[in-house]
Protein backbone atom coordinates (compact mmCIF):
# COMPACT_ATOMS: atom_id res chain seq x y z
CA UNK A 1 0.00 0.00 0.00
CA UNK A 2 1.30 3.44 -0.76
CA UNK A 3 2.22 4.98 2.60
CA UNK A 4 4.23 8.19 3.88
CA UNK A 5 5.84 8.15 7.25
CA UNK A 6 6.88 11.18 9.84
CA UNK A 7 8.64 8.91 12.04
CA UNK A 8 9.40 11.52 15.05
CA UNK A 9 5.45 13.19 16.41
CA UNK A 10 7.55 15.51 17.89
CA UNK A 11 11.24 17.27 17.76
CA UNK A 12 12.75 20.40 20.02
CA UNK A 13 15.14 22.71 19.34
CA UNK A 14 16.87 25.49 20.14
CA UNK A 15 16.79 28.71 18.67
CA UNK A 16 19.42 29.24 16.46
CA UNK A 17 20.08 24.80 15.68
CA UNK A 18 19.98 22.99 13.12
CA UNK A 19 17.06 21.00 12.04
CA UNK A 20 15.76 17.96 10.67
CA UNK A 21 12.67 16.31 9.84
CA UNK A 22 12.27 12.69 8.45
CA UNK A 23 10.01 11.63 5.53
CA UNK A 24 9.93 8.24 4.12
CA UNK A 25 7.41 6.76 1.33
CA UNK A 26 6.34 3.84 0.20
CA UNK A 27 5.26 3.39 -4.04
CA UNK A 28 6.07 1.30 -6.66
CA UNK A 29 8.19 4.16 -8.54
CA UNK A 30 9.14 7.80 -7.31
CA UNK A 31 5.98 10.10 -6.96
CA UNK A 32 5.96 13.99 -6.80
CA UNK A 33 7.35 14.79 -3.43
CA UNK A 34 6.41 17.92 -1.48
CA UNK A 35 6.76 19.52 2.40
CA UNK A 36 3.73 21.55 3.61
CA UNK A 37 4.06 23.86 7.26
CA UNK A 38 0.96 24.58 9.35
CA UNK A 39 1.21 27.56 11.75
CA UNK A 40 -2.12 26.87 14.72
CA UNK A 41 -5.17 27.72 13.13
CA UNK A 42 -4.14 28.36 9.58
CA UNK A 43 -4.31 26.38 6.27
CA UNK A 44 -0.90 24.58 4.74
CA UNK A 45 1.94 26.57 2.77
CA UNK A 46 3.85 24.94 0.28
CA UNK A 47 7.68 24.99 1.43
CA UNK A 48 9.27 22.83 -1.38
CA UNK A 49 8.44 19.99 -4.00
CA UNK A 50 10.57 18.06 -6.11
CA UNK A 51 9.35 15.88 -8.96
CA UNK A 52 12.64 15.28 -10.88
CA UNK A 53 15.99 16.24 -11.28
CA UNK A 54 18.48 18.03 -8.63
CA UNK A 55 18.18 15.86 -5.64
CA UNK A 56 18.51 18.85 -3.19
CA UNK A 57 15.70 21.31 -3.37
CA UNK A 58 15.50 24.81 -2.45
CA UNK A 59 12.34 25.96 -0.59
CA UNK A 60 11.15 29.50 1.12
CA UNK A 61 11.42 30.21 4.64
CA UNK A 62 15.31 28.58 4.49
CA UNK A 63 14.44 25.10 4.26
CA UNK A 64 15.78 22.63 1.96
CA UNK A 65 14.75 18.88 0.98
CA UNK A 66 16.76 15.87 -0.25
CA UNK A 67 15.41 13.28 -1.81
CA UNK A 68 16.94 9.87 -1.55
CA UNK A 69 15.84 7.38 -3.91
CA UNK A 70 17.81 4.57 -2.22
CA UNK A 71 16.28 5.08 0.92
CA UNK A 72 12.85 6.17 -0.29
CA UNK A 73 13.53 9.19 2.06
CA UNK A 74 12.66 12.96 1.27
CA UNK A 75 14.02 14.64 5.01
CA UNK A 76 13.30 18.13 5.21
CA UNK A 77 16.24 20.79 7.01
CA UNK A 78 16.58 24.18 8.09
CA UNK A 79 20.11 25.06 9.31
CA UNK A 80 19.19 27.72 11.50
CA UNK A 81 15.54 27.36 13.27
CA UNK A 82 14.09 30.62 14.13
CA UNK A 83 11.19 30.68 17.15
CA UNK A 84 8.53 31.67 13.91
CA UNK A 85 9.37 28.32 12.60
CA UNK A 86 7.54 26.10 15.43
CA UNK A 87 4.66 24.46 13.26
CA UNK A 88 3.25 21.50 12.28
CA UNK A 89 5.21 19.78 9.55
CA UNK A 90 3.62 17.63 6.92
CA UNK A 91 5.37 15.42 4.32
CA UNK A 92 3.47 14.65 1.28
CA UNK A 93 3.40 12.82 -2.17
CA UNK A 94 1.67 12.38 -5.08
CA UNK A 95 1.53 9.47 -7.35
CA UNK A 96 2.15 10.28 -11.25
CA UNK A 97 -0.30 11.27 -13.10
CA UNK A 98 -3.03 11.20 -9.78
CA UNK A 99 -4.74 13.58 -8.19
CA UNK A 100 -5.06 12.47 -4.26
CA UNK A 101 -2.17 13.62 -1.94
CA UNK A 102 -0.91 11.60 0.76
CA UNK A 103 -0.01 13.07 4.01
CA UNK A 104 2.04 11.94 6.21
CA UNK A 105 1.00 12.49 9.98
CA UNK A 106 3.07 15.47 10.79
CA UNK A 107 5.58 16.29 13.04
CA UNK A 108 4.99 18.94 15.31
CA UNK A 109 7.92 21.26 15.79
CA UNK A 110 8.88 23.29 19.12
CA UNK A 111 11.61 25.73 19.58
CA UNK A 112 13.11 26.87 22.27
CA UNK A 113 14.46 29.96 23.36
CA UNK B 1 -3.39 37.13 -7.13
CA UNK B 2 -2.22 34.01 -5.11
CA UNK B 3 -4.47 33.10 -2.51
CA UNK B 4 -7.39 31.06 -1.60
CA UNK B 5 -9.31 32.56 0.31
CA UNK B 6 -11.87 30.88 2.32
CA UNK B 7 -15.53 32.11 3.94
CA UNK B 8 -16.12 32.00 6.78
CA UNK B 9 -13.78 32.14 9.28
CA UNK B 10 -15.51 30.12 11.85
CA UNK B 11 -19.26 29.25 11.86
CA UNK B 12 -20.95 27.24 14.53
CA UNK B 13 -24.48 25.56 13.76
CA UNK B 14 -26.76 23.41 14.69
CA UNK B 15 -27.48 20.00 13.46
CA UNK B 16 -30.37 21.11 11.85
CA UNK B 17 -29.26 23.77 10.04
CA UNK B 18 -28.08 24.61 6.35
CA UNK B 19 -24.76 26.54 5.89
CA UNK B 20 -22.82 26.61 2.95
CA UNK B 21 -18.33 27.18 2.83
CA UNK B 22 -17.27 28.98 0.23
CA UNK B 23 -13.72 29.04 -1.61
CA UNK B 24 -12.60 31.53 -4.03
CA UNK B 25 -8.76 31.55 -5.84
CA UNK B 26 -7.85 33.46 -9.09
CA UNK B 27 -4.71 31.82 -9.75
CA UNK B 28 -6.44 30.01 -12.85
CA UNK B 29 -6.21 26.72 -11.09
CA UNK B 30 -8.37 24.12 -12.52
CA UNK B 31 -8.13 21.85 -10.08
CA UNK B 32 -10.07 22.23 -6.37
CA UNK B 33 -10.27 20.44 -3.13
CA UNK B 34 -12.27 20.28 0.31
CA UNK B 35 -10.07 18.51 2.81
CA UNK B 36 -11.40 18.24 6.43
CA UNK B 37 -8.80 18.41 9.33
CA UNK B 38 -9.81 17.18 12.73
CA UNK B 39 -7.03 18.24 15.60
CA UNK B 40 -3.57 17.22 15.31
CA UNK B 41 -4.46 15.19 12.22
CA UNK B 42 -3.50 15.19 8.97
CA UNK B 43 -5.88 16.61 6.51
CA UNK B 44 -8.35 14.01 4.92
CA UNK B 45 -9.46 14.53 1.44
CA UNK B 46 -12.91 14.75 0.65
CA UNK B 47 -13.65 15.78 -2.34
CA UNK B 48 -11.70 16.78 -6.00
CA UNK B 49 -13.26 19.39 -8.70
CA UNK B 50 -10.84 19.41 -12.03
CA UNK B 51 -12.50 21.30 -14.94
CA UNK B 52 -15.28 22.35 -12.89
CA UNK B 53 -16.56 18.72 -12.96
CA UNK B 54 -16.60 16.29 -9.74
CA UNK B 55 -13.67 13.89 -10.35
CA UNK B 56 -13.29 12.21 -7.08
CA UNK B 57 -15.60 11.85 -3.65
CA UNK B 58 -14.04 10.08 -1.08
CA UNK B 59 -17.44 8.47 0.01
CA UNK B 60 -18.26 11.21 2.04
CA UNK B 61 -21.62 11.33 3.86
CA UNK B 62 -24.62 13.11 1.94
CA UNK B 63 -25.35 15.96 4.28
CA UNK B 64 -21.67 17.23 2.45
CA UNK B 65 -23.03 18.57 -0.88
CA UNK B 66 -20.29 20.61 -2.67
CA UNK B 67 -20.56 22.40 -5.73
CA UNK B 68 -18.29 24.18 -8.62
CA UNK B 69 -20.39 27.77 -9.98
CA UNK B 70 -17.49 28.38 -11.92
CA UNK B 71 -13.37 27.86 -11.99
CA UNK B 72 -12.81 30.08 -9.45
CA UNK B 73 -15.34 29.12 -6.81
CA UNK B 74 -16.26 26.09 -4.60
CA UNK B 75 -18.77 25.69 -2.25
CA UNK B 76 -19.65 22.70 0.43
CA UNK B 77 -22.92 22.53 1.31
CA UNK B 78 -23.97 21.58 4.82
CA UNK B 79 -27.14 19.95 6.44
CA UNK B 80 -28.29 18.09 9.32
CA UNK B 81 -24.32 17.60 10.33
CA UNK B 82 -23.41 15.61 13.63
CA UNK B 83 -21.37 17.10 16.57
CA UNK B 84 -18.53 14.52 15.24
CA UNK B 85 -18.50 16.88 11.53
CA UNK B 86 -16.50 19.58 14.46
CA UNK B 87 -13.54 19.97 12.50
CA UNK B 88 -11.33 22.94 10.21
CA UNK B 89 -12.38 22.51 6.36
CA UNK B 90 -9.99 23.39 4.41
CA UNK B 91 -10.01 24.01 0.73
CA UNK B 92 -6.96 24.35 -1.91
CA UNK B 93 -6.22 24.68 -5.44
CA UNK B 94 -3.83 23.10 -8.07
CA UNK B 95 -2.89 23.35 -11.06
CA UNK B 96 -3.34 20.54 -13.53
CA UNK B 97 -2.64 19.14 -16.43
CA UNK B 98 -4.48 16.80 -19.02
CA UNK B 99 -3.18 14.88 -21.74
CA UNK B 100 -0.55 13.20 -20.26
CA UNK B 101 -1.68 12.17 -17.04
CA UNK B 102 -3.59 14.45 -14.38
CA UNK B 103 -1.08 15.38 -11.73
CA UNK B 104 -1.12 18.45 -8.98
CA UNK B 105 1.98 20.20 -9.05
CA UNK B 106 1.37 21.05 -4.86
CA UNK B 107 -1.57 22.67 -3.46
CA UNK B 108 -2.28 26.10 -2.63
CA UNK B 109 -4.70 25.96 0.35
CA UNK B 110 -7.04 28.63 2.24
CA UNK B 111 -6.87 29.34 5.80
CA UNK B 112 -9.57 26.76 6.18
CA UNK B 113 -13.13 27.56 8.10
CA UNK B 114 -13.61 26.22 11.48
CA UNK B 115 -16.81 24.23 12.02
CA UNK B 116 -18.84 23.41 15.41
CA UNK B 117 -21.64 21.61 14.79
CA UNK B 118 -24.14 22.01 18.52
Known amino acids: AQSVTQPDIHITVSEGASLELRCNYSYGATPYLFWYVQSPGQGLQLLLK??????LVQGIKGFEAEFKRSQSSFNLRKPSVHWSDAAEYFCAVVKLGGFKTIFGAGTRLFVKA | DTEVTQTPKHLVMGMTNKKSLKCEQH?????MYWYKQKAKKPPELMFVYSYEKLSINESVPSRFSPECPNSSLLNLHLHALQPEDSALYLC?????????????????FGSGTRLTVV
Open chain 1, 50 to 55: YFSGDT
Open chain 2, 92 to 108: ASSQETRGRGRSNYGYT
Open chain 2, 27 to 31: MGHRA
